[in-house]
């Protein structure tokens, strides 16, 4: 299949804002997803956005959505040296159940 | 915990050998997928169920995996014959029938054939 594109690193100080992108692929998914990965650890969960949606607020966690482009972000504010892991977008595919993920961008968080 | 648990969570084999996973998803959740990750990629589709039955398989899963989630419980995944570039993270998750909800992953099982 496609590639969901995401950048492959991402370093930045603890405290500051962290923006995440990813370009996906499927412009029918109803879905997009973020999830993190910390070193040894299954996937977490973070968010998700509805495609009919434009932005998502959650604590922390911004998400926005440019469905026109087929674009998704996730920024993160006041970013800690926990959020430092890997962060991975999916969408979810037309079969309306598998999740096709980008291969992840990791979040180094510095002091 | 009522996460999703997968067993075990590390396994070495050798080549040839024939090996078999465990995952036992949230409980209330009836859909169940299988997914696997190698080193720098994300995790990629294999299987999906709805409770018991197996609805869709990737052309990732080759003749020699078989799943099987015999109650709509928990579910097995089977290699054969493995082979090194079977080699990978195997990742279950599970979701209730809201997709919105999204899927739930368990911890994984790193397989290593030697």
């Known amino acids: 299949g496609e590639d969901v594109e995401q950048s492959l690193f991402l370093s930045v100080r603890e405290g500051d804002s962290s923006v995440i992108n990813c370009t996906y692929t499927?412009?029918?998914?109803?879905?997009l997803y973020w999830y993190k990965q910390e070193p040894g650890a299954g996937l977490q969960l973070l968010t998700y956005i509805f495609s009919n949606m434009d932005m998502k607020q959650d604590q922390r966690l911004t998400v926005l959505l440019n469905k026109k482009d087929k674009h998704l972000s996730l920024r993160i504010a006041d970013t800690q040296t926990g959020d430092s892991a890997i962060y991975f977008c999916a969408e979810i595919l037309n079969s309306g159940y598998a999740l096709n993920f980008g291969k992840g961008t990791s979040l180094l968080v510095t002091p | 915990d009522t996460g999703v648990s997968q067993d075990p969570r590390h396994k070495i084999t050798k080549r040839g050998q024939n090996v078999t996973f465990r995952c036992d998803p949230i409980s209330e959740h009836n859909r169940l997928y299988w997914y696997r990750q190698t080193l720098g990629q994300g995790p990629e589709f294999l299987t999906y169920f709805q409770n018991e039955a197996q609805l869709e398989k990737s052309r990732l899963l080759s003749d020699r995996f078989s799943a099987e989630r015999p109650k709509g419980s928990f579910s097995t995944l089977e290699i054969q014959r493995t082979e090194q570039g079977d080699s990978a993270m195997y990742l279950c998750a599970s979701s209730p029938i809201l997709d919105s909800l999204g899927q739930y992953f368990g911890p994984g099982t790193r397989l290593t054939v030697t």
């Open positions: 499927d412009s029918s998914s109803t879905y």
